[in-house]
Structures are given as structure tokens and as C-alpha cells.
């Protein structure tokens, strides 16, 4: 994959039914531009390797091909604004691990494009779940259906430009770039003013870079994957041999 403006192109987009989703999650909408939302939440096995997990989304030599990273891999698939993973302690499941997405397309679309990821990819990080399908006769498409059927509904959600689309906020970061390349060249006064210009609109008129984007990790995973004394600072739970 090359990273020029040109985005992935799945196959025709399935249904909602097809990934057993129940619901197409919140919609925030700003004219005609549509920005969706998914959360869902899975059990993690006893041995879940979250360091495996955080790697392979914060470094190349994890992610296959090793060529990319995650978050170049995401950016080229051109629709998801936002990711994070996260692990706690739910009552169905004991040890949890939740995601959170953004993106700008429907969510049996966003699904589609999930497959793209890859199985390798996909089972470092579900592959840590209870029930979650793996070993080599197991397809992408087969992690990322049990993914969808993980999902748990979202009370309220936030976009700061539903209006935008991620390839026109490129688009836009481009042209202003280029606009202030041009208006550093006609302040300089010299040279041609018609070549600046048609330099310019020329300039204007070519594929536009992808934004860089950026993955994080918490490094400190494998000894505290999440705080566990939460009630205790919130004042809703005694401590350990204390009375209520």
C-alpha cells in the first residue's frame, strides 16, 4: 500500500445483519455528512498477553506487513477517526477488554473495512478474548464477526466536525500548507508572478498527502493493566479488612 490519497477499496458494503450487529450505534449529523460510532466489550482469557496486544498496535516490527504501522495501516483505510482499547472489570465477564471507534462511514461499512486488517493483526488483539475464533484455517472475516457481536451500546458520544470527513480535513491541511508555501513566495517579490500562480493552481490540483497520525501505548501493562482502587478513591467501596 502506498501512501498516496487514494484510500483501500473493499468489496460491496454488507448489511448490518450480515455481522449480527443489533443496532447501527449513534449517528452524529451535520448535513449531509454522517459521523458513526462502535463499543463493544469482550472476556479476556486468563493468559490474555496485553503486552503482545499494545505492541502490536504502537510498533512496525509487530504489525504485518511489517512495512506499516497500525495507524499508517488505519489511515489508509481512510475512514476511522478515532480507536482506543481499554481493559477492566465488567460483571458479565470478570477481565474485559472494551474498544471504542470512531469513523466515517455506516458501521456495517466500518466492519467491512475491519476484515482489511488483516487476521494475523486482528488475532494479536482478540485473539486474547475467550471465544474469539484462531488458529490458520480461521479467516479475518471470522474475528471481526465475533468483534460485531461483542457490541454494547453508547449513552453519549462527541465529534468535534461531524461536518468534515478525514479526506476533506486532509484535503483542507494541504491546501493550506500549499496556500502558505505561495503566499511566502509572492511576499519574497521575486521572480515571475504568472509562473507563481500557475505553479500554484498546479500544486493545488495534485493528490494531497495523508495527516500523520499516531498510536499510543501504556507501558505499563504488564504490571498494572488498570487501576484497581477506583471505589476505594470514589469512596464507594471499603478497603481490603476495613469496615464499611
Known sequence: MSASAATAQPGPVTSAAAWDLRHPGLIMKDGDREVHE?????????DADLVKLTKTLAYREYWNPPELTFSEATTLLGLIRAARWFVGTSSEFGPTLYFISQFDSSLAKYFDDFVLNGRENLECIWGQCIGCPTGPDVTARDIVQYIARGQIKTLAVYDAFPSL?????????????????????????????EGKVNAFLSALAEPYEHVRSAAAI???????????????????????????
Open 165 to 193: 470527513s478525514n479526506s476533506q480535513i486532509e484535503k483542507q491541511a494541504d491546501w493550506y500548507a500549499k496556500t502558505q508555501k505561495f503566499q511566502r513566495a509572492v511576499t519574497a517579490g521575486d521572480g515571475n508572478l
Open 38 to 46: 462502535f463499543m463493544g466489550m469482550w472476556p479476556l482469557k486468563p
Open 218 to 244: 501504556d507501558t505499563d501493562v504488564a504490571r498494572e493493566p488498570q487501576y484497581t482502587d477506583v471505589p476505594q478513591r470514589l469512596g464507594v467501596k471499603a478497603k481490603a479488612g476495613q469496615a464499611a
